[in-house]
């Protein structure tokens, strides 16, 4: 193997492919935060380090495409309000945040933790103070809900007549 090549971990991925899955764990956790929630929390991890916008937040559409039966023909569903921003660590981290909705704001800390998340030093620190907190809440809403359906839940029973 030459030396630059990514070396294979026990399940047989590259080493960037965990960190890509990691990544894209933290991403999902961040998005399903409010912006305030969001900014709470990452204004617990204290001093952050020097960044600025590489790309201003900005709200767009995008078209949403589907399918029928999920290997039908594409088709266009329709458009969808989407907020983006990109931030660069003075290291050169750069985070990128995609939400739906008008949220520029919620974006742009998307992208913040996402520099965050790819730049060592606070990697930890963003684990302990946003994405574990995140983390916990969805689980425990899942939990709620779980358990909500299940008090709901019917079970319907066929009775067999001696007579047949």
Do not use: W
């Not at 990697?123 to 425990?140: F, M, S, T, Y």
């Amino acid at each position: 193997m030459a030396s630059g090549a990514a070396q294979p971990n026990a399940d047989g991925t590259a080493d960037g492919d965990g960190e890509i899955a990691a990544r894209r764990a933290a991403m999902r956790l961040l998005v399903e935060a409010d912006r305030d929630e969001l900014a709470a929390l990452v204004a617990e991890i204290g001093a952050l380090p020097e960044h600025e916008e590489a790309k201003p937040s900005e709200t767009g559409l995008v078209m949403v495409r589907g399918r029928i039966g999920g290997d039908g023909s594409a088709f266009n569903l329709g458009e969808a309000t989407v907020s983006r921003a990109a931030v660069r660590l003075a290291s050169g981290e750069i985070g990128f945040g995609y939400v739906l909705g008008r949220a520029r704001e919620k974006a742009r800390l998307v992208a913040l933790c996402d520099a965050l998340f790819q730049y060592a030093p606070y990697r930890g620190a963003l684990e302990e103070k946003v994405l574990a907190p995140l983390r916990a809440r969805l689980e425990a809403e899942q939990r709620k809900n779980a358990e909500h359906t299940a008090a709901t839940r019917v079970d319907f029973f066929t009775l067999v007549r001696g007579e047949d």
